[in-house]
C-alpha cells in the first residue's frame, strides 16, 4: 500500500517506532485521529500549518468580497453577498478551533500571520474589480475550494475532517451564488457580457494556482497523503477543476483564456497550459498586486481590537476576583 511506502517523517518504515508503525497503521485502516491521541510530532505541525493556513485564507479571503458589499447592484444581492462574507469569518473560527486542538493558541497563528510567517491561499492577492469578480470568485475560487475540501471530509484528524462536512455545505451555496452572478452578466447587455469576460480572463489562471505547485514541486505531498492530511496531489485536483469548469463556461457562451485548452479524449479530461509559477512564487514571496494591502488590513483590524481584548481580559479577571473572593467566604 502507498501509505505503507513512503517515509514517516523522513524515517523508512524500518526506522519507525513502534508507536510511529501503529499510528500508520491505524490512518492506513481510516481510523480518525482524535486530539488527545498520540501523533508523530511531524503529523502535528504539518496539521497546524495546513489548517492554520486554510483558517488565514478564509479570514483574508473576506477582503476581497467584503470590498463590494456596500457596492452591489440591489438590495437582495448586497444581502447574499454579506451573508457569504460572514459564512467565511464561520469558516476561519471553526478552523482556527480546530487547530487549537493541536496545541496552539490562536493568537500565536495570527501573530505568524501577521509577521509573514504562515501563508493564506495565493488568489487573495488578486484585486476585485468590477461586480463580475464577485460572480467570478464565487463560481471559480469556491469553486476551486470545493473540489480541494470534499476530499478533506475524510481527512485522517478527526476536527478537521468534521469542520469541513460544515464547511462544504456553505461553499456549494457559495458556488452557486457565483454561478448565478455570472449567467446574469453573461446573458446581459454586451457591456455586462464583457465584463464577465474580463473577470474569468484574470481570474482563471489565480484560481488555477489555489492547488498548489505542480506534483513535481510539491514538497510535502507524499508525506502529508501518506498521513491522509491531504487526500489527493495539487496535479489531480486541478485537472478535476478544469474538466468541471470548462462545460460551465460553454454554458456562460465565455471564453476560456487558454488558445491551448483542448478536449484528450485518450485521458478523459482537457489538455491546458498551466499558470505561470513564477508569478505564482512571486505572489508567495509578498509581491503579488494585492499582498501588502491585505495583510496592511488584518493587521490594522488586529491593531484597532486591542481595546476591546484589553476590556474583555480586565473584564475576566474582574469576574474570577470576586468568584474566588465568594469562594473564600
Ligand atoms: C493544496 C494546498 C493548498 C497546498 O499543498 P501543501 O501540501 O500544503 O503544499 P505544497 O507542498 O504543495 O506547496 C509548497 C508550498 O507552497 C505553499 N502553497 C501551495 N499552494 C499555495 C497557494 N495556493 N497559496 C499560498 N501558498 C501555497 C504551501 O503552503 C507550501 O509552503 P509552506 O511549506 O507551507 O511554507 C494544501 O495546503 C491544502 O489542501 N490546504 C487546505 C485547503 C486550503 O488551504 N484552502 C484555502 C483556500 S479555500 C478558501 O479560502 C475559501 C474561500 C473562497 C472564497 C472566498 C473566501 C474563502
Redesign the pocket.
Known amino acids: 500500500m502507498y501509505a505503507q511506502l513512503v517515509k514517516s517523517e523522513g524515517t523508512s518504515r524500518e526506522e519507525m517506532s513502534p508507536e510511529e508503525i501503529a499510528f500508520q497503521e491505524r490512518i492506513d485502516r481510516n481510523e480518525k485521529i482524535e486530539p488527545k491521541e498520540w501523533m508523530p510530532e511531524g503529523y502535528r505541525k504539518t496539521l497546524i500549518?495546513?489548517i492554520g493556513?486554510?483558517a488565514h485564507?478564509?479570514i483574508v479571503?473576506?477582503l476581497?468580497?467584503g470590498n463590494w458589499i456596500t457596492r452591489a447592484p440591489t438590495l437582495e444581492r448586497k444581502q447574499i453577498l454579506l451573508a457569504k462574507v460572514q459564512d467565511?469569518a464561520g469558516?476561519g473560527l471553526y478552523l482556527y478551533c480546530a487547530a487549537e486542538t493541536l496545541g496552539v493558541s490562536r493568537d500565536e497563528l495570527l501573530e505568524r500571520l501577521h509577521s509573514g510567517d504562515m501563508?493564506?491561499?495565493?488568489?487573495?492577492n488578486y484585486p476585485t474589480l468590477t461586480w463580475a469578480d464577485m460572480g467570478a470568485?464565487g463560481w471559480l475560487?469556491?469553486g476551486a475550494?470545493i473540489m480541494?475540501?470534499v476530499p478533506?471530509q475524510r481527512t485522517s484528524y478527526g476536527p478537521y475532517s468534521r469542520a469541513m462536512i460544515r464547511i462544504c455545505k456553505e461553499?456549494s451555496f457559495?458556488q452557486r451564488q457565483g454561478y448565478a452572478i455570472m449567467m446574469k452578466m453573461a446573458n446581459g447587455t454586451p457591456a455586462q457580457k464583457k465584463m464577465a469576460q474580463d473577470a474569468l480572463n484574470r481570474l482563471w489562471y489565480p484560481s488555477l494556482?489555489?492547488?498548489?505547485?505542480s506534483d513535481k514541486?510539491?514538497?510535502?505531498?507524499a508525506q502529508?497523503m501518506a498521513w491522509k492530511i491531504?487526500m489527493n496531489t495539487?496535479d489531480e485536483?486541478r485537472q478535476k477543476f478544469v474538466d468541471q469548469t470548462v462545460p460551465q463556461a460553454e454554458y456562460l457562451g465565455l471564453t476560456v483564456p487558454d488558445p491551448d485548452l483542448k478536449w484528450n479524449e485518450e485521458k478523459g479530461g482537457y489538455d491546458f497550459t498551466e499558470p505561470d509559477w513564477d508569478e505564482f512564487y512571486q505572489v508567495?514571496k509578498g509581491n503579488g498586486p494585492c499582498n501588502k494591502e491585505r495583510l496592511g488590513a488584518r493587521v490594522k483590524a488586529w491593531e484597532d481590537g486591542a481595546w476591546y481584548r484589553e476590556a474583555m481580559t480586565a473584564h475576566a479577571k474582574k469576574k474570577a476576583a470576586r468568584r474566588s473572593a465568594v469562594a473564600a467566604e
Open positions: 500549518r495546513q493556513q486554510h485564507s478564509e479571503g473576506q476581497p468580497e467565511e469558516h501563508k493564506y491561499s495565493s488568489i487573495f470568485v475560487v469556491d475550494a480541494n475540501q478533506l461553499e457559495h494556482m489555489m492547488f498548489g505547485p514541486d510539491s514538497v510535502h505531498s502529508s491531504k495539487n485536483l508567495l
